[in-house]
């Protein structure tokens, strides 16, 4: 039986389904600086969508970088262009400081960038072994592993990190923004949120048991593991980034992820921006999070001062 009255469900449902919707918004113009494309998925068994950004003045004959960015929850593949992060990675190239590279956004629906437990839904392998391989050709990026990256903003966050698990011979760096880390051997504090959102989600049909026992999760699937004793993974480019006001969870999984890493020798990079969970901070550290995949090191590669971004509307 549920130990939660009915009154305090309801509540901290209608504040959790808020902060879903709201985390992103904000005052945009929309300009498509982006392609949009469909193409169909055998891992998914439907047609996909999918938006790809080529720095201005790109021609065929330039071949560059592919990094794929993955939306978080409420987002789609149109999300790089309604929230402006095209504008604003044309003006960082325009002045120097951010690299050209070809960015694709796959639209991964609800779906946690995953494999899922049950074999019904396959989002993973849609990008991996469906969308990148096409639009590789397509655009004549350069090769993978050495120049393809992989980057996510909150869900998406989490899944790259779990891209990195299961595709190490795939990028060869991983930026996760303001991403849940989620860990059984160090779940973070219980919260009313956290309960209702595996209520709202079929977690046994993604992720199977989760509530089984840590002693039975696959050790190099927990990232407090995996990151510091899996080899490929130890050497494999890191960077988190997460804001001063993020969602509390999400600065406390973080703070401790970073602290796990330092403790144990795990070369990587972190930085935090001033703002909260939204796509209007989000856009503007993405030159510096483009700039991390090209290996342009310059403070990011040491413990960073917060961040800040321009005043926003």
């Not at 999918?50 to 987002?75: C, I, K």
Request: glycine share 6%; proline share 7%.
């Amino acid at each position: 039986m549920r130990t939660i009255n009915q009154r305090t469900f309801f509540l901290g449902l209608a504040l959790f389904l808020f902060v879903l919707v709201s985390s992103g918004c904000a005052s945009h113009t929309y300009v498509e600086r982006s392609t949009y494309e469909q193409i169909y998925s055998p891992a998914m068994g439907r047609e996909m969508a999918y938006s790809v950004y080529t720095p201005e003045n790109w021609t065929p004959s330039e071949s560059l970088p592919l990094m794929v960015l993955l939306h978080g929850a409420r987002d789609d593949h149109k999300s790089f262009d309604k929230f402006g992060v095209g504008l604003t990675l044309d003006k960082a190239i325009a002045e120097g400081r951010a690299p050209r590279m070809i960015v694709v956004s796959p639209n991964g629906e609800l779906g946690f960038w995953e494999n899922w437990h049950d074999g019904s839904r396959l989002y993973r392998d849609w990008v991996v072994k469906d969308l990148m391989p096409h639009v590789s050709k397509q655009y004549s990026s350069l090769p993978c592993p050495e120049f393809c990256y992989i980057s996510g903003i909150s869900m998406g966050g989490h899944g790259a990190m779990r891209f990195a698990y299961y595709e190490p011979n795939t990028f060869s760096s991983v930026a996760a923004i303001s991403a849940p880390i989620i860990s059984k051997l160090h779940p973070g504090e219980p919260s009313l949120g956290k309960t209702i959102l595996k209520w709202l989600i079929p977690t046994d049909r993604i992720w199977g048991d989760i509530d089984a026992d840590a002693s039975n999760v696959p050790k190099d699937l927990d990232p407090y593991i995996s990151w510091v004793e899996r080899q490929d993974m130890y050497m494999q480019p890191l960077l988190l980034v997460w804001g001063t006001e993020d969602h509390k969870d999400i600065v406390q999984a973080n703070s401790h992820f970073q602290a796990h890493l330092a403790a144990h020798n795990k070369p990587h990079s972190w930085f935090t921006y001033e703002g909260k969970h939204k796509w209007i901070y989000w856009r503007e550290i993405m030159p510096r999070v483009m700039r991390f995949h090209a290996r342009q090191y310059t403070d990011e590669s040491k413990p960073t001062p917060i961040i800040k971004v321009p005043a926003q509307k």
